[in-house]
């Protein structure tokens, strides 16, 4: 199953490896997560070179989405009325949460075509309208008011791109808010913490059951 694999057959292969559970500290969002993590892993791994499946990351509930989730969940006027983008969306939670949030219009990237139809099956599962699209937008600014990024500082060289792109948005005036339990790349400064929770998470996957995750404004630097 290549990219130029019909979206049926991952939907078909998203709906039988996961199952449609209440995400632990958004309980008011429902996902289809894998139950055993290195069971799914494992066999993305096995069968990669056969029909081109990535890392399943849209299967699991991540740390920072979770947190951000969380956030947008309490203060519902983050994002209420706006346009909003959820940059490496997985399995579109910070999305779905958005749109019950009240936004305007809420557009989900992410470059794994796995994942886009994840969103769109959680989407309709949890109620909601969410644009998602397969797509890098890095570098890309299309005018949206709040972007949200959840788990996005694990590499260095994806940390620094990205990194350097919400900056550029935050100084045009866009919201840009970053959730992360402390990943090895999160930026030290230019950051200002304005939630923290101790998120439930896979040990398999994070080597904890809870993770303490924080929700960050970025702060461009003045001109």
Not at 116 to 139: M, P
Request: proline share 5%; with cysteine; aromatic share 6%.
């Amino acid at each position: 199953m290549s990219d130029a694999a019909p979206a049926l057959d991952r939907d078909a292969f998203i709906r039988a490896h996961t199952r449609l559970l209440p995400v632990p500290h958004a309980p008011e969002i429902s996902l289809h997560v894998a139950e055993e993590a290195t069971e799914l892993w494992q066999k993305t791994e096995e069968e990669l070179a056969v029909i081109g499946l990535p890392p399943p990351f849209w299967a699991f509930a991540w740390a920072g989405g979770q947190a951000l989730a969380r956030h947008l969940l309490d203060s519902p006027g983050t994002v209420a009325g706006r346009r909003v983008l959820d940059f490496a969306s997985g399995s579109g939670l910070v999305a779905i949460t958005a749109a019950k949030a009240g936004a305007a219009q809420v557009q989900a990237c992410d470059i794994d075509a796995f994942a886009v139809a994840a969103i769109g099956i959680n989407a309709a599962a949890n109620g909601v309208t969410v644009a998602a699209r397969c797509d890098d937008l890095i570098g890309h600014d299309e005018g949206w008011d709040v972007i949200c990024a959840g788990d996005v500082c694990y590499e260095r060289d994806m940390a620094e791109r990205v990194i350097a792109w919400l900056t550029a948005l935050s100084a045009r005036g866009a919201t840009v808010l970053i959730g992360d339990p402390g990943r090895s790349y999160l930026p030290k400064a230019g950051l200002e913490a304005i939630a923290t929770y101790e998120v439930p998470v896979t040990r398999a996957l994070e080597d904890a059951e809870i993770k303490r995750s924080s929700v960050w404004r970025l702060i461009a630097p003045a001109a």
